[in-house]
C-alpha cells in the first residue's frame, strides 16, 4: 500500500529564514507521481509541483525548490527567503501512474512565518 | 483559480439529512475525484469518474453516493448525515497526471 509521511507537524520561523518541509513515501510502484499541494487559511488546495518517479532532476520555481531522491524515497520542500503569505499547511501527496490516479497524501505540515 | 468550479461553498444542515454537493471540472477534463478533508481521518479519497463511469473507489461510506454527469458535472450525495460527516469536501479534475482542485465545499453537521 502506498503511505506518505511528513514528520513535521508544525514548523514556526521568522520572515526572510529558509525553512524545509520534509516528505517520505513508500510504495511498491516502479512508476508514480509526487505532489506538492499547498493549502492557505482559507481552506483551498492549491497545486504546486508534479514530480515523474523518473525523473529526480531537483526543480526550482522562485523562491521555492523540491528535491527529489528515490534512493531514500524522499521529496523535500524548500521555501527560501520565506514570507508571510507562505503561511499555509503544505501537504505531500503520491500517486500511481497508470490507473485510476488517486492521491495518498500525508498528515501535512502547518508552516508559520512570523513577520 | 483551478477551475473547478463547487458549490455550495458552506452548507449547516442537520443530523439525519441530506445534503448534495456539486462540482463542474476544468473545461475538457474527463476525470472528477472527490475528496474528503476532516480533522480526524486527514485528506481522503472518496471516488473517481472518468467521463461518466465510476473508475475508482476509496473510502466512501455506503450513505453517501456520487454521479458524474454527460456534461460532466460531477454531483456527490450525502444522507444520513452523521456529526461525523463534518468536513471540507473537495472536488478535483485531471489533464495531464496533474490534479486540480476546487475551492471545497464546508459541511457542518448540527
Known amino acids: 500500500a502506498q503511505k506518505v509521511t511528513q514528520a513535521q507537524t508544525e514548523i514556526s520561523v521568522v520572515e526572510k529564514e529558509d525553512v524545509t518541509l520534509d516528505c517520505v513515501y513508500e510504495?511498491?510502484?516502479?512508476?508514480?507521481?509526487l505532489f506538492w499541494y499547498k493549502q492557505p487559511p482559507s481552506g483551498e488546495l492549491v497545486f504546486l509541483i508534479r514530480r515523474n518517479s523518473f525523473d529526480e532532476q531537483n526543480e526550482i520555481s522562485g523562491r521555492y525548490s523540491w528535491n527529489f531522491q528515490k534512493s531514500t524515497s524522499s521529496f523535500n520542500f524548500t521555501i527560501t527567503a520565506s514570507q508571510v503569505v507562505d503561511s499555509a499547511v503544505y501537504f505531500c501527496?503520491?500517486?500511481?501512474?497508470?490507473?485510476?490516479?488517486?492521491?495518498?497524501f500525508g498528515q501535512g505540515t502547518r508552516l508559520t512565518i512570523n513577520p | 483559480d483551478s477551475g473547478v468550479t463547487q458549490t455550495p461553498k458552506h452548507l449547516i444542515t442537520a443530523t439525519g439529512q441530506r445534503v448534495t454537493l456539486r462540482c463542474s471540472p476544468r473545461?475538457?477534463?474527463?476525470?472528477v475525484y472527490w475528496y474528503q478533508q476532516s480533522l480526524d481521518q486527514g485528506l481522503q479519497f472518496l471516488i473517481q469518474?472518468?467521463?461518466?463511469?465510476?473508475?475508482a473507489k476509496g473510502n466512501i461510506l455506503e450513505r453517501f453516493s456520487a454521479q458524474q454527469f454527460p456534461d460532466l458535472h460531477s454531483e456527490l450525495n450525502l444522507s444520513s448525515l452523521e456529526l461525523g460527516d463534518s468536513a471540507l469536501y473537495f472536488c478535483?479534475?485531471?489533464?495531464?497526471?496533474?490534479?486540480?482542485f476546487g475551492e471545497g465545499s464546508w459541511l457542518t453537521v448540527v
Open positions: 501527496a503520491l500517486s500511481e501512474a497508470q490507473g485510476a490516479q488517486k492521491l495518498v
Open positions: 510504495t511498491r510502484d516502479t512508476t508514480y507521481y
Open positions: 473545461s475538457g477534463d474527463l476525470s
Open positions: 469518474y472518468y467521463n461518466g463511469e465510476e473508475r
Open positions: 478535483a479534475s485531471s489533464r495531464g497526471n496533474t490534479i486540480y
